[in-house]
């Protein structure tokens, strides 16, 4: 039973323009919110955050939203560059442990 | 700094051979994890420890033991390797109340024939 989805496995941006990632949780347990960034034979890198009190937290480029009656968690990354171009992960925390998403594997077109 | 480190980066097992896992980090970090991540799953919580001598089970535990004699290392030992644990192992390290911040190593590719 997976709690966590990202349900695009991937997706496609010309450089410039915005990029949006979502993932959807079932279970309201989680206090926070997280986006990782992956780049192939890398670990994961931490990008941005939000509590569960916020619904939405910027940071350069990177903006994400969260919806707590949707459990609905997005990023958008605006504008999209070609080196955005990873594996992201939504990751939700609770009790010092995280849930991770399956992934979207995002490339940036020139 | 080094951050997190994995040793080995990759290996390759025969089934019911055994191995360790070592990871390394040099933050001073509370808390230690390691997760697998199999194509189309996401990463997966295999074991977790909240300081020097505590570990306790993630989502995937079985098939894997852990030790966390020193704050600085974690290990995860795989006693009787199955194919199913073919997989990419990474480690992690974060402080307690950082919110989910957690630091990675570069991954283990482990293959078991």
């Known amino acids: 039973d997976q709690q966590v989805k990202q349900n695009s496995p991937s997706l496609s941006v010309q450089e410039g323009r915005i990029s949006i990632l979502n993932c959807d949780y079932t279970n309201s347990m989680f206090d926070y919110f997280l986006w990782y960034k992956k780049y192939p034979a890398e670990g994961p890198t931490f990008l941005i955050s939000i509590s569960s009190i916020k619904d939405k937290n910027e940071d350069g480029r990177f903006t994400v939203f969260l919806n707590k009656s949707a459990k609905h968690l997005s990023l958008h990354i605006v504008p999209s560059q070609p080196g955005d171009s990873a594996v992201y992960f939504c990751?939700?925390?609770?009790?010092?442990?995280?849930?991770f998403g399956t992934g979207t594997r995002l490339q940036v077109t020139l | 700094n080094a951050g997190v480190t994995q040793t080995p980066k990759f290996r390759v097992l025969k089934t019911g051979q055994s191995m360790t896992l070592l990871c390394a980090q040099d933050?001073?970090?509370?808390?230690m994890y390691w997760y697998r991540q199999d194509p189309g799953m996401g990463l997966r919580l295999i074991h977790y420890s909240v300081g020097e001598g505590t570990t306790a089970k993630g989502e995937v535990p079985d098939g894997y033991n852990v030790s966390r004699l020193k704050k600085q290392n974690f290990l995860l030992g795989l006693e009787s390797a199955a194919p199913s644990q073919t997989s990419v192992y990474f480690c992690a390290s974060s402080y307690p109340g950082q919110e989910g911040e957690q630091y990675f190593g570069p991954g283990t590719r482990l293959t078991v024939t």
């Open positions: 933050m001073n970090h509370e808390y």
């Open positions: 990751a939700l925390g609770t009790a010092s442990k995280l849930t």
